[in-house]
């Protein structure tokens, strides 16, 4: 122990501790005392460790809110105790920089071209196939550079256009926007008052500035029009308001044989309700109500649009998305036997009638097809095959 820190401590061994402890002043020793405490050091004092003191006599009783804000108070003014050791940003260990890659250099020259770009410059289109099909470069051509070399032209030689590239993308194809629609909506909504014959087809599509009593009118106008055969009423943010209207003129209109209400706010029981209101007359064709913004419609109205459509005979087109099972294959049935019923209306046979038993219409057997009578319930359309088939025999 004669070194400290590469220091020599021969020359202290001999120094009297009282004596420089004599020597010193009360401030000296306070702060010494400071020095030597370990603020870690559980056996030490908690008012020893800490390094705020006060010898200040108390001058008053004890109050928790004034020692509060002069804790605070004091806080604020006095200086912050300089670190032991001030920060700086020291980056450690080594930077880590990207390999280079080697450049692989055909030619010691890279201006100078070598012997395979003249063979390629002079290489006919029919060649550049052959060797991309040797390389295996045939993912690389899309569909319209193969027409134009294989299909369209037939032979490389005859072909026009023939081989484009093999990077080469397809252009895009562009498209007009529509038309915005400028129909006069307060002369149409006359002439439908006024039951105009020139009026056959309105098209207020993706006119979303018109009132919903507006449309209520339209659609209130309905009931007395003899002439309107297509209304076309999508994305004009019309609701189960606008449906009602409308479910209300269908019960006398017998000309309407096209309604479109696509993109809408209409719930399930306004479709429901308009689709009661067509089966009163049963003339209109085609109904397009999808897209609306309930998307879920429900089972129980899912359930009830097949039902209602089962008793329609008309309807040949119905655009909407049904997400249970049953009822989007009833509807399908239901669409079908219109369809089949409109060609055989047109050879003269005998029409698929709607079944009246109360199962649903893909377990009725199809009774215009094997001449049964549709009344008869399906045991004894069993037992008169049987017979039949006895009788045969």
């Given at each position: 122990?004669?070194?400290?820190?590469?220091?020599?401590?021969?020359?202290?061994?001999?120094?009297?501790?009282?004596?420089?402890?004599?020597?010193?002043?009360?401030?000296?020793?306070?702060?010494?005392?400071?020095?030597?405490?370990?603020?870690?050091?559980?056996?030490?004092?908690?008012?020893?460790?800490?390094?705020?003191?006060?010898?200040?006599?108390?001058?008053?009783?004890?109050?928790?809110?004034?020692?509060?804000?002069?804790?605070e108070q004091k806080a604020k003014e006095d200086k912050d105790w300089d670190e032991v050791k001030p920060y700086k940003?020291?980056?450690?260990?080594?930077?880590?920089?990207?390999?280079?890659?080697?450049?692989?250099?055909?030619?010691?020259?890279?201006?100078?071209?070598?012997?395979?770009?003249?063979?390629?410059?002079?290489?006919?289109?029919?060649?550049?196939?052959?060797?991309?099909?040797?390389?295996?470069?045939?993912?690389?051509?899309?569909?319209?550079?193969?027409?134009?070399?294989?299909?369209?032209?037939?032979?490389?030689?005859?072909?026009?256009?023939?081989?484009?590239?093999?990077?080469?993308?397809?252009?895009?194809?562009?498209?007009?926007?529509?038309?915005?629609?400028?129909?006069?909506?307060?002369?149409?909504?006359?002439?439908?008052?006024?039951?105009?014959?020139?009026?056959?087809?309105?098209?207020?599509?993706?006119?979303?500035?018109?009132?919903?009593?507006?449309?209520?009118?339209?659609?209130?106008?309905?009931?007395?029009?003899?002439?309107?055969?297509?209304?076309?009423?999508?994305?004009?943010?019309?609701?189960?308001?606008?449906?009602?209207?409308?479910?209300?003129?269908?019960?006398?209109?017998?000309?309407?044989k096209l309604l479109n209400l696509e993109s809408n706010f209409i719930s399930g029981q306004g479709i429901v309700n308009?689709?009661?209101?067509?089966?009163?007359?049963?003339?209109?064709?085609?109904?397009?109500?999808?897209?609306?913004?309930?998307?879920?419609?429900?089972?129980?109205?899912?359930?009830?649009?097949?039902?209602?459509?089962?008793?329609?005979?008309?309807?040949?087109?119905?655009?909407?998305?049904?997400?249970?099972?049953?009822?989007?294959?009833?509807?399908?049935?239901?669409?079908?036997?219109?369809?089949?019923?409109?060609?055989?209306?047109?050879?003269?046979?005998?029409?698929?009638?709607?079944?009246?038993?109360?199962?649903?219409?893909?377990?009725?057997?199809?009774?215009?097809?094997?001449?049964?009578?549709d009344r008869k319930p399906a045991n004894n359309a069993k037992k008169e095959d049987e017979e039949e088939s006895g009788?045969?025999?």
């Amino acid at each position: 122990m004669s070194k400290l820190q590469q220091r020599d401590l021969k020359k202290y061994q001999d120094v009297d501790l009282d004596d420089l402890l004599s020597k010193l002043t009360d401030a000296e020793l306070e702060e010494l005392h400071t020095e030597l405490i370990d603020p870690d050091d559980s056996m030490v004092p908690p008012s020893d460790r800490c390094r705020y003191k006060t010898d200040k006599a108390p001058t008053g009783p004890f109050s928790r809110k004034h020692l509060l804000d002069y804790l605070e108070q004091k806080a604020k003014e006095d200086k912050d105790w300089d670190e032991v050791k001030p920060y700086k940003k020291e980056i450690r260990g080594k930077v880590w920089k990207p390999k280079e890659e080697d450049k692989v250099q055909v030619n010691e020259d890279e201006k100078v071209e070598t012997e395979w770009d003249e063979v390629l410059a002079g290489a006919t289109e029919e060649e550049l196939v052959d060797l991309a099909a040797i390389l295996g470069f045939h993912g690389m051509l899309n569909q319209v550079q193969y027409h134009q070399a294989f299909v369209e032209g037939g032979e490389m030689k005859g072909c026009k256009g023939g081989f484009q590239g093999t990077v080469k993308a397809e252009p895009c194809k562009t498209f007009p926007e529509p038309p915005p629609n400028n129909v006069d909506i307060d002369a149409s909504l006359k002439q439908l008052k006024n039951n105009d014959p020139s009026l056959v087809e309105l098209n207020i599509n993706n006119l979303q500035n018109i009132s919903v009593e507006r449309l209520c009118e339209i659609g209130e106008s309905l009931s007395k029009n003899t002439h309107l055969e297509k209304l076309h009423m999508a994305n004009t943010c019309s609701t189960d308001r606008v449906a009602s209207a409308i479910a209300e003129s269908l019960k006398s209109n017998k000309t309407l044989k096209l309604l479109n209400l696509e993109s809408n706010f209409i719930s399930g029981q306004g479709i429901v309700n308009i689709l009661a209101a067509i089966n009163v007359n049963q003339v209109m064709t085609e109904f397009r109500i999808s897209n609306q913004k309930p998307e879920v419609i429900g089972i129980r109205h899912e359930m009830a649009i097949a039902a209602l459509l089962r008793e329609n005979k008309s309807l040949l087109k119905f655009g909407i998305f049904l997400e249970v099972r049953c009822a989007r294959i009833h509807v399908s049935d239901y669409l079908q036997r219109n369809n089949d019923n409109l060609r055989r209306g047109r050879v003269g046979a005998e029409l698929i009638m709607p079944p009246v038993e109360d199962r649903p219409y893909f377990m009725q057997r199809d009774r215009a097809a094997v001449g049964l009578d549709d009344r008869k319930p399906a045991n004894n359309a069993k037992k008169e095959d049987e017979e039949e088939s006895g009788d045969d025999e």
